[in-house]
C-alpha cells in the first residue's frame, strides 16, 4: 500500500492521472482470508483507477474477478494462446468471451 500511495503522490503533484494499476504475484505469501481481503481492498479502490490488472498463478483468485485473461503454452502451435473469460465477479469462470493467440518471441 506504501508504493500506491507513493505512486498516486507522484501522478497528482505531476498532474497526471492515476488510472492504471498493475500487480504481480502479490497474493502469493497471503493465506486465503487475506487474499480476499486484498481482493475487496482492490474494489473499492475501483473508483479510483481505470484499469487493474492482476497476474498471478493462484487459482482461487480469479473466482473474485470480473474479467480473467489465462495464458497457456500450446506446444502444437508452438505459441502462447490466451483465453478471456467471465470471473466469478460477474459470471462464472467457464464462460468463454474470445480466443486469441500471443506470438512466443523468436517466432515467425
Do not use: C, P, W
Not at 505531476?14 to 504481480?24: A, E, K, P, T, Y
Not at 475487496?40 to 473508483?47: K, M, S, V, Y
Not at 495464458?71 to 467471465?86: F, G, H, I, P
Amino acid at each position: 500500500m506504501l508504493r500506491l500511495a507513493v505512486s498516486q503522490m507522484i501522478a497528482e503533484r505531476s498532474g497526471q492521472s492515476f488510472s492504471l494499476l498493475v500487480l504481480d504475484e502479490v497474493f502469493g505469501s497471503l493465506d486465503e482470508s487475506r487474499r480476499f481481503n486484498v481482493l475487496e481492498l482492490l474494489r473499492a479502490l475501483g473508483d479510483r483507477f481505470e484499469q487493474v490488472i492482476l497476474i498471478t498463478h493462484i487459482e482461487s483468485v480469479r473466482d473474485g474477478l470480473d474479467q480473467v485473461i489465462s495464458v497457456r503454452y500450446d506446444s502444437s502451435l508452438a505459441a502462447s494462446v490466451a483465453e478471456q473469460t467471465k470471473g466469478a465477479g460477474t459470471a462464472h469462470s467457464d464462460e468463454r468471451d474470445a480466443g486469441f493467440e500471443l506470438e512466443t518471441a523468436g517466432a515467425a
